[in-house]
């Protein structure tokens, strides 16, 4: 039996991280259609394990005495996911910066790889009082940008 291979040196073979997710019943509006808000919630999901997956976690920084707010996000819907469809949403880094990092997404129906919604989050680092900060350096090592595997 092999040891498993540690996060930091997955993200280094491959720097686009892949969840999964079924579309919940209570996740969807009138029509079975994901609720466009949904997004966003899927985005966070997959940035959270992007970043876990990199070697580091929220709550890690967060102890360390640095925290990522959301400043921007957005979101084009190309094609509606509906109720119980099983979503892969995929996250990269698409630039870092000493204060600021932004997050690409894009969202796959898994069964097809049919692209229904991409987007982009930026953030940036505050400190514990809640003024701008720097991201870590270990951090920023950690997060190597790429380019966009899909058009945003």
Do not use: K
Request: net charge neutral; hydrophobic share 45%.
């Amino acid at each position: 039996m092999t040891d498993p291979v540690p996060a930091a040196a997955l993200a280094a073979v491959d720097p686009i991280s892949v969840i999964e997710h079924r579309v919940n019943y209570s996740e969807t509006d009138q029509m079975a259609f994901a609720y466009h808000a949904n997004y966003l919630v899927w985005f966070d999901m997959a940035r959270t394990e992007h970043l876990r997956r990199s070697g580091f976690t929220y709550r890690d920084m967060e102890v360390a005495g640095t925290f990522l707010a959301v400043t921007e996000a957005r979101v084009r819907y190309r094609q509606a996911a509906r109720y119980d469809d099983l979503v892969r949403i995929r996250c990269w880094a698409r630039e870092i910066a000493s204060r600021r990092v932004i997050f690409g997404y894009a969202v796959e129906r898994a069964e097809t790889g049919e692209l229904l919604a991409t987007g982009e989050t930026a953030l940036v680092a505050l400190d514990r009082q809640h003024r701008l900060s720097h991201i870590p350096d270990h951090v920023r090592a950690l997060l190597r940008p790429i380019a966009d595997p899909v058009r945003l």
